[in-house]
C-alpha cells in the first residue's frame, strides 16, 4: 500500500495510515495508472521519470539510425512514434505542465534528439529546425492536440488548429532562419507525400554542415573561406553562388527552365514528385561531392 498527500500547504503535521498493524508513510509521489502524482500535483516527478525513460529508449534506437546509409526517415518516423508514446502519455492529465518553462524544456531537448535521428542532422541543429526537417510537430503542441482530442475535438480539426499554431511560431521565431527561406509552409512540406530527405539534403536545409564558415565557428576550420573560391562559404553560397557548381546548376536550368536559386528551391521541394527528384538530384551531387574533396584536400594538407 502506498498513499500520497494532495495539498498546497507548505507546512502540515507528519501523517501516517495504520492498515492493519501496518504503518503506511506517504510518500512524495506515488505511480498511479502510469502518471507520477507528486503531493502537490505539479507532475514534476512525471516529467522527470518519462524523460529518463525516454532518454534509454533513444539510446537503444540510435544504433538503428545511423545518419549515413540507415532507415529512410518514414521508418526513422516509426521508430521516433515510441518515444513520442512515452512523453505524451496520459497527457489530457498533466498537459498544465506547458505553463512550466523549466519543465517543458526537458521534454523539449528529449524530442530535438530524436528529430535529429530522423531528419540526419548535425546535433548542432535547432530544435525548432530538427522539428521542421523532420515532419515532426513541437512537443508542446503534440500535447495541445493529445488534451484537445480528449477533450472532444475531431482529430482532423485539432491537428489542423495545431498546424496553424506551428505555422505561426515556425514564421516569428529567432532560429532555423535558412531552413525557414527553404520551407516557409509548414503544412505543404509534411503533407507533401513524397521524398525522404537525408543526411545531404538535410546540411542543405539546416546550414549545418561542410559549409566553411560553419565549420569555423565551431573550430573545426581555421578560416571561414569556401575551398573553391576563397568566399565566406555558408549553404547559401555553396548552393548557389560558388563557380565550382555551375555546371551541376546549369543542367537544373537546361532541364526546368529556371534558376537554381532559393526560392525556385524552395518551390519545388513542394511542388510534386518529379520537381523534387530534379531538385534533390542537384543538392545531393553538390553536398555528396563538396564533401569528398574537403576530405581529399584536408589528406593532402595533413601529409604535407
Known sequence: TEA????????????????EQTIVNPSSAIKYLGVWLDSKLTFGVHIDKTVVKAQKTISALTSLMPNIRGPKPSRRRILASVVHSQLLYAAPAWHTITQ????????IRVQRTICIRVCCAYR??????????????????????????????????????IITEWQNKWENGKH??????????????????YGEVDYYITQALSGHGSF??????????????CIYCHAEDDAEHTLFEC?????????YLHHTKKVFNIGNVANSLVDGENAWDKVTMIIRH???????ESQMMQSLIEED
Open 4 to 19: 500520497v498527500l494532495l495539498t498546497t500547504k507548505t507546512k502540515i503535521a507528519r501523517l501516517y495510515f495504520n492498515v
Open 100 to 107: 512550466n518553462k523549466k519543465q517543458l524544456q526537458k521534454l
Open 124 to 161: 548542432t541543429i535547432s530544435g525548432e529546425g530538427a522539428c521542421v526537417v523532420a515532419g515532426i510537430p513541437p512537443i508542446e503542441l503534440l500535447i495541445k492536440e493529445r488534451h484537445a482530442t480528449y477533450c472532444g475535438l475531431p482529430r482532423q480539426e485539432a491537428r489542423s488548429k
Open 176 to 193: 532555423g532562419r535558412w531552413t525557414h527561406k527553404l520551407i516557409p509552409n509548414i503544412e505543404k512540406w509534411i503533407t507533401r507525400g
Open 212 to 225: 566553411g564558415k560553419y565549420l569555423f565557428v565551431r573550430k573545426k576550420k581555421t578560416t571561414p573561406q
Open 243 to 251: 563557380l565550382r557548381w555551375d555546371q551541376i546548376r546549369g543542367q
Open 286 to 292: 553538390i553536398m555528396e561531392n563538396k564533401e569528398k
